[in-house]
């Protein structure tokens, strides 16, 4: 048996890279936030890719374009698919990863899922603290040794007043005045 070695086309090697380039790029653009500037640098590798392989052969260039035109749909579903999931996008929603919110209490802030203040908040319902500042219905209070915007329920309430925490309506505390007696 003889091996024969066939010389590789230049501008094949050329294609290939651009078109590995391209998927690097596209890979990249999810974790930097470049403003699309490497994804539209990973396009241009697309088509330069293409058009190399159109310079090779005209049959070479139209299977690289049918094989381009049917896989961008699929990366870019995957890439909506596990973009949200990725460091960049949580810190840039400024929303918690899927595996903070599966411990205790998970489930239970539905209406903001990403926040881990309103499941802290809940446990104060029942505290009694005072109020530092006039809630005029809003103001400040100190609960378990910590300043917090609350909402008054039911009217002015003067600063130095005992209140305690009634209701937690997303990230609102709303507190009611303590009447002595």
């Not at 653009?29 to 500037?37: D, K, L, R, S």
């Amino acid at each position: 048996m003889r091996c024969i070695i066939v010389p590789m086309d230049p501008l094949i090697i050329w294609a290939i890279v651009c078109l590995t380039a391209a998927l690097i790029l596209f890979a990249v653009e999810m974790f930097i936030p470049a403003g699309g500037t490497v994804g539209f640098a990973a396009a241009l590798c697309l088509i330069a890719g293409v058009v190399l392989l159109f310079l090779v052969n005209p049959v070479a260039g139209l299977v690289g374009a049918i094989v381009v035109l049917a896989c961008v749909p699929f990366v870019f579903a995957l890439v909506v698919r596990i973009w949200p999931d990725t460091p960049v996008a949580r810190w840039l929603t400024l929303r918690t990863s899927l595996k903070a919110r599966t411990g205790p209490g998970a489930g239970e802030d539905d209406e903001n899922p990403g926040t881990d203040e309103s499941v802290e908040d809940r446990k104060l319902i029942g505290v009694v603290g005072s109020a530092v500042t006039d809630l005029r219905p809003v103001g400040v209070c100190l609960l378990e040794g910590q300043r917090r915007e609350c909402m008054s329920e039911g009217g002015v309430v003067r600063a130095g007043r005992p209140v305690k925490v009634v209701a937690v309506d997303g990230m609102e505390l709303k507190v009611r005045e303590v009447l002595e007696g």
